[in-house]
């Protein structure tokens, strides 16, 4: 059985050098999830046409962001994970941010990470 092969991308493409894995606009720092997120706003969801006018893109470009996002690409939900993880240890290891049950969280990160340190010595 012959698997799929990935689509090809007319306007999208990675990012090179950046640590997202998820597909930009090529050439710009648009994150195709952020064009879809605009259309696909519960509080005020914007027309391809709008989106294309605002960004001063390819209404083309556009419609490829939409329909990237609405594959599900993995990379969308690891680089979502990855992202509200690293923002949940910097609060975290942040001493001047507080919010209730933080001590107990500080003490779980504190466990996960010495169990990680004596995975790998």
């Avoid at 706003?41 to 960004?55: K, M």
């Avoid at 969308?76 to 001590?103: M, Q, S, V």
Wanted: glycine share 4%; net charge neutral.
């Amino acid at each position: 059985m012959d698997t799929p092969s990935p689509p090809k991308w007319k306007y999208l493409g990675p990012k090179p050098g950046s640590a997202y894995k998820q597909l930009f606009i090529k050439g710009t720092r648009i994150m195709a999830r952020i064009l879809y997120g605009m259309y696909m706003s519960a509080e005020e969801p914007r027309a391809p046409e709008e989106i294309a006018e605002a960004y001063q893109l390819p209404l083309e470009a556009v419609h490829e962001a939409i329909r990237y996002c609405q594959s599900d690409p993995p990379e969308i939900k690891e680089d979502w994970e990855r992202e509200g993880a690293h923002i949940r240890e910097r609060i975290l290891n942040d001493p001047n941010y507080y919010f209730p049950g933080i001590e107990e969280a500080r003490a779980q990160l504190l466990a996960k990470q010495k169990a990680n340190l004596s995975k790998h010595p």
